[in-house]
């Protein structure tokens, strides 16, 4: 949710200005060009040491982009770009003008931009889409040489995080030097400071001391993080105007599905995880009131199959979540346009939530509408779980004679004890949920760094025996600068470069590997994934399923293989499950047939 952006040097050496043109990076510009919509004209001139650069910005209009990223194999699921409707909220309640693109970097869009004419094109990326977020703005600088080009989101955050946290300084480098197009990065969350930014600029002040902003001061960076929004009930609701809403669907099932996002950071620590890089320690969230007023909002406009609340810590306020389902209830949403709602939980969640004997909230839950939870369950590796630091979230379920014997015994042993109670864990919390109707989403990351295929075999035959799993979802282990594990896989020398010996960015998307680790990382993935959903495992419980609950398990069942007959059409054992799941369909929902 975040736009960052740094002041990059133009020029080492103070360029001649003529009469009737100004300087704007290393470029003379007309100062007497027109523009469609001329609202104000500002020349904000930013002293760096021995540089002089005369950024002009024609009118108030700002143009907000986030590079599409197509949906990864696993889920399929095309995601609205959360982060810039925020900030886009943000800017127009300021009094800007504000268009919002979410597409493809090609030509239209490039042509788009131009027309709409923007003072300032503020880019949200991702580490995936990072090389299409740069030459986007090389694009637009070309054709609109006078707007300031400012880069955001996870990835520029994630760079200036890896360069102040001394883990490397390459990443950001590359957003500041090297022909970079951006003449502004913001770190941290972006939802004011890009207001500040522009305030600052349309006074002629220099943005030197506002945190977030990062810029250039000849050889030398200048890097800050923005501050928390504390209270995020002080931020406009995100808006969706311009935004190509009905392409936002699971490619599963065809139904729409819109997100939502409440809260920001999270209680615990994966080293493989962004959050804290960008929105620090401590979950804040907003009101459970405002949360429903924007549910309804979305649910009244767009009339969505489906929202997932992307709250990074949905269950981190047990007390919120039966605020937000009491509010939810309250309004018949589900009753009245048939949307329901998908969120995230932990391991430790349900744990507690079970042991507190608090299966009524999964019952509210149920009965408002919520559907499926997705659950990290990453490793049945337990190198990998303790590099992930999931063993400190592991320990505090085990009794306290559990937690005894572990200390007490050599590491092998730790190791054994570690995976088989977390496995006891996992199973726990999926049959918890399903008893009260909930579906859980495993996911299981393949890939990590220092991990052996064979590793990766083992530990996947004890995530296949999880039973009642319906929906798995394998990621492949992707590390994002600034993260907790970045530095030691940076300096690892395992991650694929492109061929002119920068980082390949487009490799960082969880569905192809960023390392080299000397196997083929996607083929085995899909190997993987093949073998889960063709088990016999997972055919005996999905007759059990369809028996209990034909009329609901179908449809997740028919969507689940008909995606995976799109992606491996060739495997027979998928083609049978899909002719065997028709036929159900033609016997009127028995699942006796299966």
């Given at each position: 949710m975040t736009l960052q952006g740094p002041l990059v040097p133009c020029t080492s050496t103070p360029l001649p200005t003529f009469r009737g043109w100004g300087v704007f990076g290393d470029r003379a510009i007309p100062n007497n060009s027109k523009k469609p919509r001329i609202e104000a004209v500002l020349t904000a001139i930013i002293f760096s040491k021995n540089t002089i650069g005369?950024?002009?910005?024609?009118?108030?209009?700002?143009?907000?982009?986030?590079?599409?990223?197509?949906?990864?194999?696993?889920?399929?699921?095309?995601?609205?770009?959360?982060?810039?409707?925020?900030?886009?909220?943000?800017?127009?309640?300021?009094?800007y003008s504000v268009q919002m693109y979410h597409a493809g970097v090609d030509e239209a869009l490039v042509r788009d931009i131009v027309q709409f004419n923007p003072s300032m094109v503020g880019i949200s990326a991702m580490t995936a889409n990072y090389t299409q977020a740069k030459l986007l703005a090389r694009m637009l600088k070309h054709s609109l040489p006078e707007a300031i080009m400012v880069l955001g989101g996870w990835h520029a955050t994630g760079c200036v995080q890896a360069y102040l946290n001394n883990q490397e300084t390459e990443s950001a480098h590359e957003m500041f030097f090297c022909n970079s197009p951006f003449d502004y990065i913001v770190a941290g969350e972006g939802d004011r400071i890009l207001i500040d930014l522009c305030s600052c600029?349309?006074?002629?002040?220099?943005?030197?001391?506002?945190?977030?902003?990062?810029?250039?001061?000849?050889?030398?960076?200048?890097?800050?993080?923005?501050?928390?929004?504390?209270?995020?009930?002080?931020?406009?609701?995100?808006?969706?105007?311009?935004?190509?809403?009905?392409?936002?669907?699971?490619?599963?099932?065809?139904?729409?599905?819109?997100?939502?996002?409440?809260?920001?950071?999270?209680?615990?620590?994966?080293?493989?995880?962004?959050?804290?890089?960008?929105?620090?320690?401590?979950?804040?969230?907003?009101?459970?009131?405002?949360?429903?007023?924007?549910?309804?909002?979305?649910?009244?406009?767009?009339?969505?199959?489906?929202?997932?609340?992307?709250?990074?810590?949905?269950?981190?306020?047990?007390?919120?979540?039966e605020q937000l389902v009491a509010l939810i209830e309250q309004s018949s949403l589900h009753d009245r346009f048939g949307v329901s709602f998908d969120s995230f939980a932990s391991v430790n969640d349900l744990y507690q939530l079970e042991k507190n004997g608090r299966g009524d909230l999964l019952d509210r839950m149920k009965g408002v509408g919520f559907n499926s939870l997705t659950i990290g369950i990453e490793s049945f590796n337990?190198?990998?779980?303790?590099?992930?630091?999931?063993?400190?979230?592991?320990?505090?379920?085990?009794?306290?004679?559990?937690?005894?014997?572990?200390?007490?015994?050599?590491?092998?042993?730790?190791?054994?004890?570690?995976?088989?109670?977390?496995?006891?864990?996992?199973?726990?919390?999926?049959?918890?949920?399903?008893?009260?109707?909930?579906?859980?989403?495993?996911?299981?990351?393949?890939?990590?760094?220092?991990?052996?295929i064979e590793q990766v075999r083992n530990g996947f035959v004890k995530f296949m025996q999880l039973r009642d799993l319906h929906v798995a979802y394998l990621p492949v282990f992707t590390p994002f600068p600034g993260t907790a594990l970045w530095k030691s896989v940076y300096h690892s020398g395992k991650l694929i470069r492109s061929q002119d010996g920068t980082l390949d960015w487009s490799r960082f998307d969880a569905s192809k590997s960023a390392l080299d680790l000397g196997y083929d990382v996607e083929s085995l993935r899909n190997e993987l994934e093949v073998a889960f959903y063709t088990s016999e495992r997972y055919q005996q419980d999905m007759k059990a399923a369809l028996r209990h609950d034909g009329s609901t398990k179908l449809a997740l069942f028919r969507s689940r293989f008909s995606r995976l007959h799109c992606l491996f059409p060739d495997n027979v054992l998928i083609a049978q499950r899909m002719e065997e799941l028709d036929a159900t369909v033609a016997l009127g929902l028995g699942g006796n047939t299966v």
């Open positions: 005369y950024f002009c910005a024609v009118n108030s209009c700002i143009a907000l982009v986030q590079p599409h990223i197509p949906a990864g194999p696993s889920l399929g699921i095309e995601k609205s770009p959360v982060s810039i409707q925020i900030i886009a909220a943000q800017l127009q309640t300021a009094g600029l349309s006074d002629g002040r220099q943005p030197h001391d506002l945190p977030g902003v990062c810029y250039a001061a000849g050889a030398e960076l200048k890097l800050s993080v923005a501050e928390q929004v504390l209270d995020l009930d002080t931020l406009s609701d995100p808006i969706w105007k311009g935004l190509p809403v009905d392409t936002y669907r699971d490619q599963r099932t065809g139904m729409l599905d819109l997100s939502c996002h409440f809260n920001r950071a999270c209680r615990f620590a994966c080293g493989f995880c962004a959050t804290p890089t960008m929105y620090g320690r401590g979950v804040r969230r907003m009101s459970a009131h405002r949360a429903v007023e924007q549910i309804e909002h979305v649910v009244s406009t767009f009339h969505p199959h489906v929202i997932t609340f992307t709250d990074e810590d949905f269950f981190a306020s047990v007390k919120w979540v337990p190198h990998i779980l303790r590099t992930y630091n999931k063993e400190l979230m592991i320990l505090p379920t085990m009794s306290r004679e559990q937690q005894q014997q572990y200390r007490q015994v050599d590491t092998i042993t730790q190791d054994r004890l570690l995976v088989n109670h977390y496995l006891e864990c996992v199973q726990r919390a999926i049959t918890f949920a399903q008893q009260h109707g909930l579906i859980i989403v495993g996911d299981y990351i393949i890939g990590n760094l220092d991990e052996t």
